[in-house]
C-alpha cells in the first residue's frame, strides 16, 4: 500500500518551503516594484510572478521530477566535474558568500536601523548580527526540528504579521497609484520580468527542493510518484502564498508613493506604510516581520550549505560547516548590504541561465534519451553567453569600463541574439541547441535500436 501524506502535512512542509524562500529581500523588491510600476502595476507584478515565483516553481517540480539525489547528481549529467563546479559555486552564492549575510544585513537596515542614531550605526550592526547568527546557529545545528520549528512556528506568524498590514493597507488605501517611472513607463512586463531574478529564489529552489523531498520521504512517503505528487503540491502551497504576499506588497508600494514619495529601495516604503498605518507599533511589527523572515531563510541555507560539503569533504563534520558558514557570514554581513548586493550581482548574471537551462534540460531530457552531449552542448553555449554577461556586471559594480578584449564579443552578442539587451540572449541559443542535439541523439538512438534488431 503506497503511504500518501494528510493535508496538514502538505500545509506544513508548504509553509516550511515558502519561510525558506521567503526573506527580507522579497519584502523589499515588491515594494520597489509598486512604487515604480504606480497605475501600470499590473503588468509589472504579472512579469515579476512569472520569474520571482515560476521559476523557483520550476526548480522545485524539476529536482522531483529528476529523481536525483541532489543538485550535484543532476548537474554532473553535464559531467562529473561540472556538477561539483556548478553546485559549489551555487551554494556558496545563496550561501556563505552573498545570501546569508544579506539576511543579516537587510533585516537591520529595515527592521533596526531606524532606530539607531547615525553615529552608532555600525556597532549597533555589529551586535544585532552577531545575535542574529548566533539564533541561526542554534537552530541549523539541529535540522531535524526544522518543519516544527519553521515550518509550523515561524512562517506563520510571518504570514499573520504581514497580512495584518496588507489588509490594513487594502481596507484604507493611504493613497492612490501614481504614473509610473523609469523603464516602467514604456516596458512594465519586462522590466518587472527582470526584478523577479533580484530574489535568487530560482537558485535557491534547486537546494531547497531537496529539503522538501528529504521530509516528504521522512513521513515514509516511499514511491517516486508519491515523492513528485507531494512536493508539486507542497511546492504549489508554497507558491501561492508567495504570489499572494507579492501582490500585496506590490499594491502597498503602488499607493505609497503620493504619501511617502519615492524611495531607492523597498525598505522605506515598508516602515514607512507601517507608521502610517500603526506609528511605533508599526514599525515594531514591521522589524518582527523583517527578522522572522531572515531567520528562517538564513537557517534553511546554512543546514543545506553545511549538508552539502559535508557530503563533499566527509572529513569535516556537518556542525563543524554549520559554524564555519555562520561566522563567515556575520563577517560578511558587517561589510554593510551595498557591498553585498554589489558583488553578488556578476556571479547572478551568470549563474542563473545556467541554473534556468539545467531545468529545461531535466524536463526533457526523456526525449532526447537523457544523452550527454545535449546537456554538454547546451551548457556550453549558455556558460559562452552568461560568463559575459557576468563580467559586465562585474565591471559595472566596480565602476570600470569593460576591458578591451570583451568589446567585439559583446557588440558582436548585441547583433546577433535575439533579447540579449534585456539579459535573455541566451535562451535562443539554448533552445536551438536542444533542438538540434536532441534530434541528433533520437536519431543515433533509432539507428543503435536498428543495429541491434
Excluded at 515558502?18 to 502595476?41: D, K, W
Excluded at 558568500?97 to 537591520?108: D, L, Q, W
Excluded at 547615525?118 to 548566533?134: K, N, R
Excluded at 541561526?136 to 510571518?158: E, H, T
Aim: charged share 10%.
Amino acid at each position: 500500500m503506497k503511504k500518501k501524506l494528510s493535508t496538514s502535512n502538505y500545509i506544513a512542509i508548504g509553509f516550511m518551503l515558502f519561510a525558506l524562500f521567503f526573506g527580507a529581500g522579497n519584502l523589499i523588491f515588491p515594494a520597489q516594484l509598486g512604487q515604480y510600476s504606480g497605475i501600470s502595476l499590473t503588468p509589472a507584478i504579472i512579469g515579476f510572478l512569472i520569474t520571482g515565483v515560476g521559476l523557483p516553481l520550476l526548480g522545485i517540480f524539476a529536482m522531483g521530477f529528476s529523481g536525483s539525489r541532489d543538485l550535484q547528481d543532476l548537474a554532473s549529467r553535464v559531467s562529473p566535474g561540472y556538477g561539483v563546479f556548478f553546485t559549489s559555486l551555487l551554494y556558496l552564492t545563496i550561501g556563505a558568500f552573498f545570501a546569508i549575510p544579506r539576511t543579516g544585513t537587510v533585516a537591520y537596515d529595515v527592521g533596526i536601523s531606524t532606530f539607531v542614531s547615525e553615529g552608532s550605526q555600525q556597532i549597533a550592526l555589529f551586535i544585532f548580527t552577531l545575535i542574529f547568527f548566533v539564533v541561526v546557529l542554534l537552530f541549523s545545528l539541529y535540522p531535524a526540528k526544522l518543519v516544527d520549528n519553521v515550518g509550523k512556528i515561524l512562517a506563520p506568524a510571518l504570514v499573520l504579521l504581514l497580512a495584518i498590514l496588507l489588509i490594513t493597507a487594502l481596507v484604507n488605501p493611504m493613497g492612490t497609484q501614481q504614473a509610473p517611472e523609469g523603464s516602467y513607463v514604456n516596458a512594465a512586463f519586462m522590466t518587472g520580468f527582470l526584478e523577479g531574478y533580484n530574489t535568487m529564489d530560482a537558485l535557491a529552489a534547486l537546494v531547497f527542493g531537496i529539503i522538501v523531498i528529504s521530509t516528504v520521504k521522512s513521513f515514509g512517503v516511499t514511491s517516486k510518484s508519491e515523492v513528485l505528487a507531494a512536493t508539486a503540491k507542497s511546492g504549489g502551497v508554497a507558491i501561492m502564498l508567495l504570489a499572494v504576499v507579492y501582490v500585496g506588497i506590490a499594491y502597498l508600494g503602488s499607493i505609497s508613493t503620493g504619501r511617502l514619495g519615492l524611495f531607492d529601495t523597498g525598505g522605506p516604503v515598508l516602515s514607512g506604510s507601517a507608521e502610517y498605518y500603526f506609528g511605533t507599533l508599526g514599525s515594531i511589527m514591521l522589524a518582527v516581520a523583517i527578522i522572522l523572515a531572515c531567520l528562517t531563510t538564513a537557517i534553511g541555507l546554512i543546514i543545506a550549505n553545511a549538508e552539502y560539503f559535508h557530503k563533499l569533504l566527509p572529513k569535516i563534520s556537518y556542525k563543524m560547516f554549520v559554524v564555519i558558514f555562520t561566522a563567515f557570514s556575520f563577517i560578511i554581513a558587517n561589510f554593510g548590504l551595498a557591498n553585498i548586493i554589489g558583488f553578488s550581482v556578476p556571479v547572478l548574471m551568470f549563474l542563473y541561465p545556467l541554473a534556468v537551462v539545467l531545468m529545461i534540460l531535466t524536463f526533457l531530457s526523456p526525449l532526447f534519451n537523457h544523452a550527454r552531449m545535449v546537456y554538454v552542448a547546451t551548457t556550453i553555449v549558455t556558460f559562452l553567453i552568461s560568463i559575459f554577461d557576468g563580467l559586465t556586471a562585474l565591471c559595472d559594480s566596480l565602476g570600470w569600463d569593460n576591458f578591451g578584449w570583451m568589446v567585439p564579443i559583446l557588440k558582436f552578442y548585441e547583433q546577433v541574439l535575439p533579447l540579449y539587451g534585456i539579459g535573455l540572449g541566451w535562451l535562443i541559443p539554448a533552445l536551438i541547441v536542444i533542438a538540434i542535439t536532441g534530434i541528433i541523439a533520437r536519431i543515433q538512438k533509432v539507428s543503435k535500436t536498428q543495429e541491434v534488431h
